[in-house]
């Protein structure tokens, strides 16, 4: 051996000495990347950062500046709570963002210069969203409506209830002027008593907001034409999950205030973008398809303000389509294609598209300057975490400007690749297959398998995948890990996603089941020592597999459906089912046996963990509940935990903690034979 591969032998082997795994709470106190924002001039980014704070048991983000692709730097701090939704004033010389400093969620502003933020907003209801005018002199923002008068004193006569789906405030648009030279009503006492709300004369009071929208509808989206003379926005009768469908687009024309319908199909039309000329709209449609909008594809239109004509663009991409820019150098938005999710840009007029090169993998979100010819981006390639990259739109090659994934160098991670199988049907799925970072081809590995939710969701190579599964440190412990995308999943056009209906669970299965017998028939793989687990969707697949097949040893059920019947009657979504099965539970009932894993509950044998959430109105907990007797009734070893206070997702850290600690227990117990106490503190 020579002096050099000594040597290099000896690098290597410090490397793989001081690797380290990194626990449960140093994966969930990672920084992530949030939104994007670049100014106008394209000479600076706006994004925010995720981080965690465990004595508030929160997720907090703030914003970050980077100035001409400079190193970032902190540049807001709620100190409880967040800010987001960062934008650059039109001449490019403020920031506001959305922050609740103890007095609702209002509009911030600081100066790209420097200084503290102001609050230029105090508005009794929460704002949700905002624009600005392209003058820069005032805001549009979107808030709720004030509660019946009412309510109070009907409550205090008969005490608390509800009528199902009539109890709601609808959403508005307002507008509030902008004064640079505003000065700060906190440093002046405003009010005669610390409880008055009687203003002192010359009090300084911010502006009031005037309000410009009214009706029996709620406002969802909203956009100011480049003019700045028209408001288009997304309206549907009530801000009910339910009436999302009914979604049509209409008008502001800010000089008289009157209101023009412009979109109306019998089902979602969704407001994208403004034409850079003012004169047209980007919106996204199913037409007149109200019975799958859950899987189908929706279709890209542009729509002339004057005269209603419409014309479809990108009618040749076979995947959903939003997240649209419309800028003087085209149309732009991220879009999955497989397992990446690359930059695609459409042309206005012939409608065609193109793949933007030399990007990152997968894009999260864009922004871009006012001329088109400079990208912010939020993306990340699969060895990564999600970064922020800028880069120019005519010769792309992207710059990265953040260093998020330093965090994880000396980490032991994922090693990830995509793998394809066959079907039991013939239909070709694809997952990502993790290894050990020392895995040796010899060697047959115990297997886990982690099933996304949606269905319409998807996995991709990452370093750190997850969230409530510790999948880093079983790989250290010496596994392979299995994320397939099953049939329904997104990046793979539409047919693919129709492949579970009718067919849900049972399709599903196969795909699971078959992606085992291909990893076995590899020699990849310990029969003998294999679990599966997921959330939602793929906590409903888990549930399906536990009552339909034997071949793991453990299963861990996260917010899943065990019975489609009860399901219907109990989710916030009825048309999900609905479309999925093409029926009611009264007038097919066998095909909602078929896919309901509590029909074959006599058949399971398979040790389950089932978690949930106390307050998940998507998969209600009644589903929990069902499964875990059914399996007590039939003598499977299964366990149910309650995580308090929660709905459909783990949103805390302590409570992700916890979650990783629970499937941690589990999987080690019926896969490895170990016991797991719950340690009281760090390790």
Same mark, same amino acid.
């Given at each position: 051996?020579?002096?050099?591969?000594?040597?290099?032998?000896? &690098? $290597?082997?410090?490397?793989?000495?001081?690797?380290?795994?990194?626990?449960?709470?140093?994966?969930?106190?990672?920084?992530?990347?949030?939104?994007? !924002?670049?100014?106008?001039?394209?000479?600076?980014?706006? =994004?925010?950062?995720?981080?965690?704070?465990?004595?508030?048991?929160?997720?907090?983000?703030?914003?970050?500046?980077?100035?001409?692709?400079?190193?970032?730097?902190?540049? &807001?701090?709620?100190?409880?709570?967040?800010?987001?939704?960062?934008?650059?004033?039109?001449?490019? @010389?403020?920031?506001?963002?959305?922050?609740?400093?103890?007095?609702?969620?209002?509009?911030?502003?600081?100066? $790209?210069?420097?200084?503290?933020?102001?609050?230029?907003?105090?508005?009794?209801?929460?704002?949700?969203? #905002?624009?600005?005018?392209?003058?820069?002199?005032?805001?549009?923002? $979107?808030?709720?409506?004030?509660?019946?008068?009412?309510?109070?004193?009907?409550?205090?006569? #008969?005490?608390?209830?509800?009528?199902?789906?009539? /109890? #709601?405030?609808?959403?508005?648009?307002?507008?509030?002027?902008?004064?640079?030279?505003?000065?700060?009503?906190?440093?002046?006492?405003?009010?005669?008593?610390?409880?008055?709300?009687?203003?002192?004369?010359?009090?300084?009071?911010?502006?009031?907001?005037?309000?410009?929208?009214?009706?029996?509808?709620?406002?969802?989206?909203?956009?100011?034409?480049?003019?700045?003379?028209? *408001?288009?926005?997304?309206?549907?009768?009530?801000?009910?999950?339910?009436?999302?469908?009914?979604?049509?687009?209409?008008?502001?024309?800010?000089?008289?205030?009157?209101?023009?319908?412009?979109?109306?199909?019998?089902?979602?039309?969704?407001?994208?973008?403004?034409?850079?000329?003012?004169?047209?709209?980007?919106?996204?449609?199913?037409?007149?398809? &109200?019975?799958? =909008?859950?899987?189908?594809?929706?279709?890209?239109?542009?729509?002339?303000?004057?005269?209603?004509?419409?014309?479809?663009?990108?009618?040749?991409?076979?995947?959903?389509?939003?997240?649209?820019?419309?800028?003087?150098?085209?149309?732009?938005?991220?879009?999955?294609?497989?397992?990446?999710?690359?930059?695609?840009?459409?042309?206005?007029?012939?409608?065609?598209?193109?793949?933007?090169?030399?990007?990152?993998?997968?894009?999260?979100?864009?922004?871009?300057?006012?001329?088109?010819?400079?990208?912010?981006?939020?993306?990340?390639?699969?060895?990564?975490?999600?970064?922020? =990259?800028?880069?120019?739109?005519?010769?792309?090659?992207?710059?990265?400007?953040?260093?998020?994934?330093?965090?994880?160098?000396?980490?032991?991670?994922?090693?990830?690749?995509?793998?394809?199988?066959?079907?039991?049907?013939?239909?070709?799925?694809?997952?990502?297959?993790?290894?050990?970072?020392?895995?040796?081809?010899?060697?047959?590995?115990?297997?886990?398998?982690?099933?996304?939710?949606?269905? &319409?969701?998807?996995?991709?190579?990452?370093?750190?995948?997850?969230?409530?599964?510790?999948?880093?440190?079983?790989?250290?412990?010496?596994? $392979?890990?299995?994320?397939?995308?099953?049939?329904?999943?997104?990046?793979?056009?539409?047919? =693919?996603?129709?492949?579970?209906?009718?067919?849900? %669970?049972?399709?599903?299965?196969?795909?699971?089941?078959?992606?085992?017998?291909?990893?076995?028939? @590899?020699?990849?793989?310990?029969?003998?020592?294999?679990?599966?687990?997921?959330?939602?969707?793929?906590?409903?697949?888990? !549930?399906?597999?536990?009552?339909?097949?034997?071949?793991?040893?453990?299963?861990?059920?996260?917010?899943?459906?065990?019975?489609?019947?009860?399901?219907?009657?109990?989710?916030?979504?009825?048309?999900?089912?609905?479309?999925?099965?093409?029926?009611?539970?009264?007038?097919? /009932?066998?095909?909602?046996?078929?896919?309901?894993?509590?029909?074959?509950?006599?058949?399971?044998?398979?040790?389950?963990? *089932?978690?949930?959430?106390?307050?998940?109105?998507?998969?209600?907990?009644?589903?929990?509940?069902?499964?875990?007797?059914?399996?007590?009734?039939? %003598?499977?070893?299964?366990?149910?935990?309650?995580?308090?206070?929660?709905?459909?997702?783990?949103?805390?850290?302590?409570?992700?903690?916890?979650?990783?600690?629970?499937?941690?227990?589990?999987?080690?117990?019926?896969?490895?034979?170990?016991?797991?106490?719950?340690?009281?503190?760090?390790?």
């Amino acid at each position: 051996m020579t002096r050099f591969m000594i040597l290099l032998f000896m &690098t $290597l082997s410090f490397v793989a000495q001081t690797q380290h795994v990194p626990t449960f709470e140093e994966v969930i106190s990672l920084r992530n990347v949030g939104t994007v !924002a670049m100014s106008p001039d394209g000479n600076h980014v706006a =994004f925010t950062i995720q981080t965690t704070d465990w004595v508030d048991n929160s997720f907090d983000s703030e914003i970050w500046l980077s100035k001409n692709n400079q190193k970032p730097f902190k540049l &807001t701090n709620t100190i409880k709570g967040s800010s987001t939704r960062q934008s650059f004033s039109p001449d490019g @010389k403020w920031i506001t963002f959305l922050a609740d400093r103890g007095n609702k969620s209002q509009i911030h502003v600081i100066s $790209l210069n420097g200084g503290e933020a102001r609050a230029i907003t105090k508005e009794e209801e929460n704002i949700s969203s #905002y624009e600005w005018h392209p003058s820069g002199t005032k805001l549009f923002i $979107l808030k709720n409506e004030k509660e019946a008068k009412d309510k109070k004193d009907l409550e205090k006569r #008969y005490g608390s209830f509800e009528s199902d789906d009539k /109890e #709601y405030t609808r959403s508005h648009i307002w507008q509030i002027d902008f004064n640079p030279d505003q000065l700060d009503p906190s440093e002046y006492p405003c009010y005669e008593t610390v409880d008055s709300l009687k203003v002192k004369a010359g009090c300084i009071e911010l502006p009031k907001a005037v309000r410009l929208t009214a009706g029996e509808y709620t406002i969802t989206n909203f956009m100011v034409s480049p003019q700045g003379d028209k *408001i288009a926005f997304n309206h549907q009768p009530n801000p009910l999950i339910n009436t999302g469908y009914k979604a049509d687009v209409s008008i502001l024309n800010l000089a008289d205030k009157n209101i023009m319908p412009l979109i109306n199909h019998p089902s979602g039309d969704y407001l994208q973008s403004w034409s850079p000329d003012s004169k047209e709209i980007l919106f996204t449609t199913f037409l007149s398809d &109200t019975t799958s =909008f859950f899987y189908k594809n929706q279709k890209l239109y542009a729509i002339e303000i004057a005269t209603k004509k419409t014309r479809q663009l990108a009618s040749e991409l076979d995947e959903s389509l939003n997240g649209f820019l419309w800028t003087p150098t085209g149309i732009y938005a991220a879009l999955w294609n497989k397992t990446k999710r690359p930059i695609y840009k459409v042309d206005p007029i012939s409608g065609k598209h193109s793949v933007l090169s030399n990007m990152p993998e997968q894009i999260y979100g864009i922004a871009s300057s006012q001329n088109g010819k400079l990208m912010a981006i939020a993306g990340r390639n699969g060895d990564q975490l999600t970064e922020v =990259f800028v880069a120019s739109t005519s010769t792309p090659s992207a710059t990265q400007i953040t260093d998020i994934t330093a965090q994880i160098k000396d980490w032991k991670v994922a090693q990830s690749e995509v793998i394809s199988w066959k079907s039991k049907d013939g239909a070709t799925i694809e997952g990502i297959l993790h290894k050990p970072k020392d895995y040796d081809p010899s060697k047959k590995y115990p297997l886990l398998v982690v099933i996304h939710g949606g269905p &319409t969701g998807i996995d991709v190579p990452a370093p750190l995948p997850g969230s409530v599964y510790p999948i880093a440190q079983w790989l250290d412990k010496g596994c $392979l890990v299995l994320r397939p995308n099953y049939r329904g999943s997104a990046g793979y056009g539409e047919k =693919f996603r129709s492949l579970n209906v009718n067919n849900l %669970g049972v399709g599903d299965a196969w795909d699971v089941l078959s992606g085992v017998d291909y990893l076995d028939s @590899k020699g990849m793989i310990n029969k003998n020592k294999m679990g599966c687990m997921g959330w939602s969707q793929g906590g409903y697949i888990s !549930a399906f597999l536990t009552t339909n097949t034997d071949v793991f040893k453990a299963i861990s059920v996260g917010a899943g459906i065990s019975n489609w019947m009860t399901y219907y009657v109990n989710t916030d979504i009825h048309p999900f089912t609905r479309q999925y099965l093409q029926s009611t539970p009264w007038n097919n /009932e066998a095909l909602y046996k078929k896919t309901s894993p509590m029909t074959t509950i006599n058949n399971a044998k398979t040790p389950t963990l *089932i978690q949930h959430g106390e307050f998940d109105k998507r998969v209600p907990i009644a589903n929990a509940y069902e499964l875990l007797q059914g399996l007590r009734d039939v %003598g499977v070893p299964s366990e149910l935990i309650i995580y308090k206070g929660f709905g459909h997702g783990i949103t805390k850290p302590k409570e992700r903690l916890a979650a990783n600690w629970h499937n941690w227990q589990w999987f080690n117990k019926y896969i490895w034979n170990e016991e797991v106490v719950l340690p009281l503190s760090a390790k």
